[in-house]
């Protein structure tokens, strides 16, 4: 608690949000210092001077090829799937109104998973390595139809609140009905699949940084760029949001027409990125929260700040996920679940005891 | 004359809820709006500033009317407390005060917007409050921190919406004295929704009874006399006065 006395209050609330600015600036250094760290480590260690000579352009061929075509696609796709899966949930959180809300809150992720257990079963893409690793013969296809899967979820979703008029609590129990509906679909159809068939469904689940390469890293970046531009034009809408729906019109704000945009653009961001990459628990849902802990609730430091937490945490967590068993490396998604889980919960007793 | 409300009517699908209501308001002025529970008093005052949207009549301020301009311009000019009051919990006293010049801001508050809010905090006492969160405040420091984000709002007219409601004795008085205190330094008028008849005698200029999706009764506080208070409110009172201050003491 602070006590302001004197006069200076404007400058000792500039102060305040310069400590923001400044905590945004470390989570920045150490992003980039882990980046570097998770370049270096793996089954094959490369020093900082090899990593400096290859992004040079002046390596070895074997040094050449993993951080051109493995590593680098990786970190860059954890550390936009971070952004946009952390910023997204601190958007949902405020157009919901639900501090539960995630960016799988509205069925996305399950629509997703339906989406590519059809394609799955439609057209039998699915085999085993002689090693007996599972792969996804024909992953495109895999991703247009998971992504198609998701953009249903959200138009119904979206299309009960605009044209029934859903109240937020309302779409988030309507997006209960659609996982849960979309999650009997999928175990309908892992019913009637084969040994294979089943075993690329499921393994398509598991949220797994290592499956896009530059072209993926590419479209997911724009995707990306654009939705949080658009989420730091919102941020004072998203304040006022945050004050309830009678004082945010009072103040100016068309709150449907935030909302909707603002579930919009969070959705599509999201859907990008579970298309890609499958399920990455717990980051869009904890992310937003442990930044509100850190520098509080206001929107124009909550969506930068939040996208470096989310950037960072699944950095970290890819980075632990890759050395963990290595030579395995296990899919993230796994390791978010099982890290985000607890923290969650410990979150929860600090907020609400 | 600053407010002029103008035949305003409005329904529910299933429900008329207000008919043809007509008053003005001058500057400065507090005017408490009265009636039972469900008579329509909270639904006026969304009307007035278009939270919701009347089928039928306007509002006009200095003469310019509201269903002519957007929502930004008429935040500029109107400022509204409800009656489920809140705040973004993680947010500061400062930053929620500063959100009232959201009608203001282009791009990102400006020197000027940041001096304003620190003036009204200043004008309210709740400068110690400034830099501490919102879910660290009690009620009657929260509904400080709502009217003042209001007054950033720079409005002529303020709406408040049971603005002593949940309060204890000493902040239903600490805020009342406040709204008055406002209207006639700052010239700003008010027009409030409340229950305590007492409280809305001693700090209101002018009374409005709704009865029957109707204005019953309009005028000073005459108009707060046993046969009106049985009419509107179904109850047996009669009004004394205690130090040139009406008050209404129920049977």
């Known amino acids: 608690m602070k006590n302001i006395t004197d006069k200076n209050l404007t400058e000792q609330y500039i102060k305040l949000n310069q ?65 946009s899966l952390s910023v997204s949930g601190a958007v949902m959180q405020c157009t919901l109104r639900n501090p539960l809300a995630s960016p799988y809150t509205i069925g996305i992720s399950h629509g ?42 959200v138009s119904v979703i979206l299309l009960l609140a605009k044209i029934k008029s859903f109240a937020p609590e309302a779409i988030v129990l309507a997006g209960v009905a659609m996982s849960s509906l ?37 479209l997911m970046s724009i995707v990306m760029l654009l939705s949080i531009a658009y989420f730091i034009y919102q941020r004072w809408e998203y304040n006022a949001l945050e004050s309830g729906e009678e004082s945010a019109k009072s103040l100016g704000v068309n709150t449907e027409k935030t909302r909707l945009l603002g579930m919009l653009v969070a959705s599509i961001l999201v859907s990008i990125n579970v298309s890609f990459l499958g399920i990455i628990g717990f980051v869009g849902l904890i992310c937003p ?37 290595s030579p395995l490396v296990l899919p993230v998604g796994i390791l978010t679940s099982f890290m985000g889980a607890p923290i969650f919960l410990y979150l929860l007793i600090k907020r609400y005891r | 004359m600053i407010l002029n409300v103008d035949g305003i009517e409005f329904s529910y699908p299933s429900k008329n809820v207000l008919k ?12 408490s709006i009265l009636g039972i529970n ?86 309210m006492q709740l400068e110690k409050y400034a830099l501490r969160n919102v879910f660290e405040l009690s009620g009657g420091e929260l509904q400080k921190v709502i009217i003042a984000r209001a007054l950033v709002q720079e409005p002529r007219v303020l709406l408040l919406d049971e603005p002593a409601n949940n309060l204890d004795l000493k902040n239903q008085l600490e805020v009342m004295k406040l709204i008055g205190n406002i209207s006639k330094t700052q010239n700003i008028s008010a027009i ?25 009764s309009e005028g000073d506080s005459e108009i707060i006399n046993s046969q009106n208070i049985k009419e509107v409110f179904n109850v047996k009172a009669y009004v004394d006065k205690y130090n040139d201050i009406p008050i209404v003491v129920l049977a």
């Not at chain 1, 600015?21 to 998770?38: A, N, P, R, T, Y």
């Not at chain 2, 043809?20 to 005017?31: A, D, H, M, T």
């Not at chain 2, 489920?84 to 917007?113: C, H, Q, S």
């Open chain 1, 19 to 83: 400590k923001k600015v400044l905590i945004g600036g470390l989570l920045l250094i150490l992003l980039c210092l882990f980046s570097l760290l998770s370049l270096s480590i793996g089954g094959y260690k490369l020093t900082l001077a090899e990593i400096y000579q290859t992004l040079i352009g002046r390596s070895s061929s074997s040094a050449d090829l993993i951080i051109w075509n493995i590593r680098l696609p990786r970190i860059f796709a954890a550390l936009i799937a971070g952004i």
């Open chain 1, 112 to 153: 997703a998973m339906f989406g590519a257990a059809l394609a799955i079963i439609l057209f039998g893409i699915g085999g085993a390595e002689s090693t007996g690793k599972i792969f996804i013969s024909s992953p495109y296809l895999v991703t247009v139809f998971a992504f198609l899967g998701s953009l249903i979820a």
């Open chain 1, 182 to 218: 979309f999650t009997a679909g999928t175990m309908l159809m892992q019913y009637f699949a084969n040994d294979l068939q089943l075993a690329a469904m499921v393994y398509w689940t598991f949220g797994d940084l290592g499956r896009p390469n530059w072209p993926e890293v590419g």
């Open chain 1, 289 to 325: 929260h442990l930044v509100r802990i850190l520098i509080g609730g206001d929107y124009r430091y909550l969506i930068p700040i939040s996208a470096l937490m989310g950037a960072l945490l699944l950095l970290i967590s890819d980075t632990v996920a890759r050395i963990i068993i």
């Open chain 2, 20 to 31: 043809n209501i007509k008053f003005s308001v001058n500057r400065g002025e507090v005017v």
């Open chain 2, 38 to 123: 469900g008579a329509g008093k909270s639904t006026l005052l969304k009307c007035i500033n278009r939270i919701l949207k009347p089928q039928k009549g306007t509002v006009f301020i200095d003469e310019f009317d509201l269903k002519k301009l957007n929502s930004k311009k008429i935040a500029q000019k109107m400022a509204y407390v409800p009656q489920n009051i809140a705040g973004n919990n993680f947010m500061t006293v400062f930053d929620t005060v500063l959100l009232g010049r959201k009608p203001y801001i282009e791009w990102d508050a400006t020197e000027k917007d940041l001096e304003i809010t620190g003036n009204i905090l200043k004008l």
């Open chain 2, 192 to 216: 409030m929704v409340i229950h305590d008849l007492n409280l809305a005698l001693r700090f209101s200029d002018k009374f409005i009874m709704l009865k029957d999706e109707k204005i019953f």
